[in-house]
C-alpha cells in the first residue's frame, strides 16, 4: 500500500451524521405507530378460529418486528455519534501525525527549519 492509498475526506464523512440522526428520528416515530397500531390489535382479535389464528400467527412476529425496529433505530442513533467520534478521532490522529513527521524531519535535517 502506498502512502496516498487511504483517505478519508472527512468532512464528506461528517456529512452523514445529520442524516443518520434524521433517519433515526423518522424511523423512531414510524416505530412508535407501529406499537400503536399493533397495540390496538390486542384484545379486539375474534375468538374465533380465524381470530385465533391471527392472534397466535400475526401478532407474536410484529411484536418481534417492534423489537427489531426498535434495535434498527438505536443502532442508527449510535451510528450518527459514532461517525462524529470517528471523524474526529481520525483528525486528531492526521494532525498528531503530521506534527511527528515536521518533528522528524527536524531532527533529520539537524535542528535546522524549512521557513
Same mark, same amino acid.
Given at each position: &500500500? ?7 475526506? *472527512? ?5 452523514? +451524521? ?19 397500531? %399493533? ?5 379486539? %382479535? ?8 391471527? /392472534?397466535?400467527?400475526?401478532?407474536? &412476529?410484529?411484536?418481534?418486528? +417492534?423489537?427489531?425496529?426498535?434495535? %434498527? %433505530? ?11 467520534? +470517528?471523524?474526529?478521532? *481520525?483528525?486528531? +490522529?492526521?494532525? /498528531? ?10 531532527? &533529520? ?7
Amino acid at each position: &500500500m502506498s502512502g496516498n492509498d487511504f483517505q478519508i475526506e *472527512l468532512e464528506e464523512f461528517r456529512k452523514h +451524521v445529520p442524516r443518520f440522526e434524521e433517519l433515526s428520528k423518522e424511523l423512531e416515530t414510524e416505530v412508535r405507530q407501529l406499537v400503536s397500531d %399493533v397495540g390496538a390489535l390486542f384484545g379486539k %382479535v375474534g375468538d374465533d378460529d380465524l381470530g385465533t389464528a391471527f /392472534s397466535d400467527n400475526y401478532l407474536p &412476529m410484529a411484536q418481534k418486528a +417492534v423489537e427489531e425496529f426498535g434495535k %434498527v %433505530v438505536k443502532n442508527l442513533s449510535g451510528l450518527s455519534t459514532n461517525t462524529a467520534t +470517528v471523524a474526529n478521532s *481520525l483528525e486528531s +490522529v492526521d494532525e /498528531s501525525l503530521s506534527e511527528a513527521l515536521t518533528k522528524m524531519k527536524s531532527v &533529520m535535517d539537524g535542528g535546522r527549519s524549512n521557513r
